[in-house]
């Protein structure tokens, strides 16, 4: 056991060096395309690099793990990618729907929380968006990002109690990381509020026969 740990301690230790931060890029992006959920992922990346090189990191690692899961659902695994999205008949609806739309809906789906990131890029992989909307839609995920990653940054700070006891973190470094993720949390769902409104406006439209 305390050798496991003396192990894992290494690994992450390796990680915060500049070449495991380059390493971590695409580790996560693999993470993303093999459709498992990239917020503890974000997180690790807060408490290894802190909150804004950490951000970077992780938008780079899933901005390539998108690429690579788009390319796959619209060429490779299309079959494999309509039968997986069968179960979530709210990305079903997505998919059609940003045939459409375009990158008015790419961007409002990746800021709303309530859509799951992995999934999406399935999702826009069977519709016929273009890569150029799809890309810049990206840009919507920067908000989450910033939070998980200001979340594991606050948790990494915590696990090092000893630090904090010896006085070496000040309790005026504590109150301006906690503010500062409930100012990203409240950003967050502001945003996200305002995305599902737009996606509700847009779904009643569509069925309105007027239109």
């Known amino acids: 056991m305390a050798s496991d740990l003396l192990s894992t301690e290494a690994v992450l230790h390796w990680l915060q060096s500049p070449l495991g931060a380059l390493v971590f890029i695409p580790l996560y992006a693999v993470w993303v395309t093999v ?7 974000s997180m690790l ?3 290894l690099y802190g909150t804004w090189w ?3 990191i992780v938008f780079a690692g899933a901005t390539l793990g998108a690429e690579a899961a788009f390319l796959l659902g619209r060429h490779r695994l299309r079959g494999w990618a309509q039968r997986r999205l069968k179960r979530f008949p709210k990305l079903l609806a997505i998919e059609k729907a940003v045939s459409r739309e375009g990158f008015r809906l790419v961007l409002l789906t990746r800021l709303s929380p309530a859509f799951p990131f992995s999934l999406l890029n399935l999702a826009y992989g069977l519709s016929d968006v273009s890569l150029r909307d799809y ?4 840009i919507g995920i920067i908000p989450g990002t910033i939070l998980f990653c200001a979340l594991g940054a606050l ?5 090092r109690f000893g630090e904090v006891l010896a006085g070496e973190t000040s309790p005026q470094a504590w109150v301006l990381r906690v ?3 409930l100012a990203t949390v409240a950003v967050v769902w502001l945003v996200g509020r305002a995305a599902r409104k737009a996606l509700q406006e847009g779904s009643e439209l569509d069925q309105d026969p007027a239109g």
């Open 35 to 41: 459709l498992l959920p990239g917020i503890w992922a």
């Open 45 to 47: 990346a807060g408490a």
């Open 54 to 56: 950490g951000s970077v």
């Open 135 to 138: 890309n810049l839609g990206l």
């Open 155 to 159: 948790a990494g700070s915590a696990a």
């Open 179 to 181: 503010v500062g993720v």
